[in-house]
């Protein structure tokens, strides 16, 4: 019973360290195929659109007006 559980552990180990080597392999192929072929997949071209989205838009004082009022609502307090 014990070196049967000892078999399945090491095919169970061996199974798992197959598919990471497998895995790994499969990486560092696709990596070197990247940089092979890395100028048949040009970079977008950055839009103005982008840069609006990060920017700080200037409501972040009213976005934390109305969260105190709504947790003043719920705590019942009239505002």
Same mark, same amino acid.
């Given at each position: 019973?014990?070196? =049967?559980?000892?078999?399945?552990?090491?095919?169970?180990?061996?199974?798992? @360290?197959? @598919? %990471?080597t497998l895995l790994v392999g499969l990486?560092?192929? &696709?990596? %070197? @195929? @990247?940089?092979?072929?890395? !100028?048949?997949f040009p970079e977008p071209e950055p !839009?103005? &659109?982008?840069?609006?989205?990060?920017?700080?838009?200037? *409501? !972040? =004082?009213?976005?934390?007006?109305? %969260?105190? %009022?709504? *947790?003043?609502?719920?705590?019942?307090q009239r505002v």
């Amino acid at each position: 019973m014990i070196v =049967e559980g000892f078999r399945l552990m090491a095919v169970g180990m061996l199974t798992v @360290f197959a @598919f %990471l080597t497998l895995l790994v392999g499969l990486m560092n192929g &696709s990596a %070197l @195929f @990247f940089e092979k072929f890395a !100028d048949r997949f040009p970079e977008p071209e950055p !839009d103005g &659109s982008a840069k609006a989205r990060t920017g700080n838009t200037g *409501q !972040d =004082e009213e976005i934390a007006l109305v %969260l105190a %009022l709504a *947790q003043a609502r719920r705590q019942g307090q009239r505002v």
